[in-house]
C-alpha cells in the first residue's frame, strides 16, 4: 500500500495496513496516537481534531521509520524512545530492559509501607524505573540504583537527569560485590531488586523482539542455577539491610517458593508472595527481623 496524500488519515491508513498481519487494531491505534502525539507535540484531542492535517515528507518518512521497525521486529518502545512507568515518561532503548507494567505493581506494592524509608537501594536497575519510581514516592528518601552494565546505568543517569529526581548510580556486580562497596558503613530500609531470573532453556519459547533486541545480559540466567541473584542478594541483604527493614523482588513464577526458602535460611521472616494483574506469583515481599 503507498500513501496517495500526505494527509494524516491517508498516512494512518498507511500505518494500520501494513501493520495488520502482525498488530491488533487496539494496539495499532495505541501506537499510531504515540507516534503522532509526541512527533507533532500534540494532545490526544488535537490529534482527532487534526485529521486533515498534511504530513511533512520528513514526518512521512518517521512513520515509515516505524514501520519498517516494526516489520523487522523492534520493540515499539525502543522506536518510540520511551515508555510510561508509574506515571513517569522513561526513556528507554537498547542499552536495557524495557520496564514492564509488572514492575509497575512491585512499585505499587512498596508504595503502601508505611515505615519511614531513609535509604533504599534499586540493584539490577536497568532503566532506572523502580529507583526513580520510588523517588518520586518518597522524596525525602536516599534512592540508590546499582547496575553492572555502564551502558544501563548511564540511561539511568540519564533519566534521572531528565527527570529531575536525584539519585545514587553505583556500578557494582551482583553476583561479585568489591569489598570496598560492601564494607562500606551504609544500610538500607528497603532493598528491591529486579533480577535476571529467565532460564536459558526458555530462550526458545520467547518471541524475537525479546531475544534480538533487549539485552541478554538482563534476561537471562544459567539452567543449573536460575535463582543465583536472589541468593546472593539475600546475603547482601543480611549484612545491608536495616532490622525491620524490607526486601522486595520481581521474580520468575516458577521460582517463589525456592526464593522464599532460601530466605528462611537466612532468617527473614514475613515472605509474601503475591500474583500479578495477569493471575502469576511475581513478586515477593519478606522482612528482616
Ligand atoms: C531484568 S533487568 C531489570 C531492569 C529494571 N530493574 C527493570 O525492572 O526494568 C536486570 C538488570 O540486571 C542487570 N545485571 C545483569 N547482571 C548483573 C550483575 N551481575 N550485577 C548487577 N546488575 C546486573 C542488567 O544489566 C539489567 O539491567
Redo the contacts with the bound molecule.
Keep these: 500500500m503507498f500513501v496517495t496524500d500526505n494527509t494524516l488519515s491517508s498516512v494512518k491508513n498507511y500505518f494500520f495496513d501494513r501493520l495488520a498481519a502482525i498488530f491488533s487494531p487496539s494496539e495499532l491505534k495505541s501506537m499510531w496516537t504515540q507516534i503522532i502525539c509526541k512527533r507533532m507535540n500534540w494532545s490526544t484531542s488535537e490529534l482527532l481534531l487534526n485529521q486533515g492535517e498534511r504530513l511533512s515528507e520528513s514526518d512521512l518518512l518517521h512513520v515509515r521509520g516505524f514501520v519498517k521497525g516494526l516489520l523487522n521486529e523492534v520493540p515499539f518502545q525502543y522506536l518510540l524512545g520511551e515508555t510510561d512507568f508509574y506515571g513517569l515518561t522513561i526513556s528507554c532503548d537498547s542499552r ?5 507494567p509488572e ?1 509497575e505493581e512491585l512499585v505499587a506494592w512498596i508504595s503502601e509501607i508505611a515505615i519511614p524509608s531513609n535509604r533504599i537501594i ?6 532506572g ?2 529507583a526513580l519510581a520510588l523517588k518520586s514516592i518518597f522524596p525525602n528518601t536516599e534512592v540508590s540504583a ?4 555502564l551502558d ?1 546505568l548511564e540511561l539511568a543517569a540519564f533519566n534521572a537527569e531528565k527527570l529531575k529526581l536525584e539519585i545514587e548510580c553505583i556500578h ?5 560485590f568489591s569489598s570496598e562497596f560492601h564494607s562500606d558503613a551504609k544500610s538500607y530500609d528497603i532493598i528491591v ?5 529467565i532460564p536459558e532453556r526458555e530462550k526458545s519459547m520467547m518471541s524475537n523482539h525479546v531475544i534480538q533486541h533487549e ?1 541478554s ?3 537471562f540466567v544459567a539452567d543449573e542455577d536460575p535463582i543465583i ?1 536472589y541468593k546472593e542478594i539475600i546475603k547482601f541483604a543480611q549484612d545491608k539491610l536495616s532490622k525491620g527493614g524490607f526486601l522486595f523482588f ?1 521474580l520468575h513464577e516458577l521460582f517463589g517458593n525456592e526464593v522464599s526458602e532460601y530466605l528462611s535460611l537466612f532468617g527473614f521472616k514475613e515472605m509474601e508472595i503475591r500474583k500479578d494483574l495477569q493471575g502469576k506469583s511475581r513478586m515477593l515481599k519478606a522482612q528482616k527481623v
Design positions: 536495557a530492559l524495557i520496564p514492564r514492575t534499586d540493584l539490577c536497575t536497568g532503566s524505573c523502580i546499582l547496575d553492572f552494565s544501563a557494582e556486580d551482583v553476583l561479585n531488586s529486579n533480577p535476571p531470573y539485552p545480559i538482563a534476561l541473584f520481581e
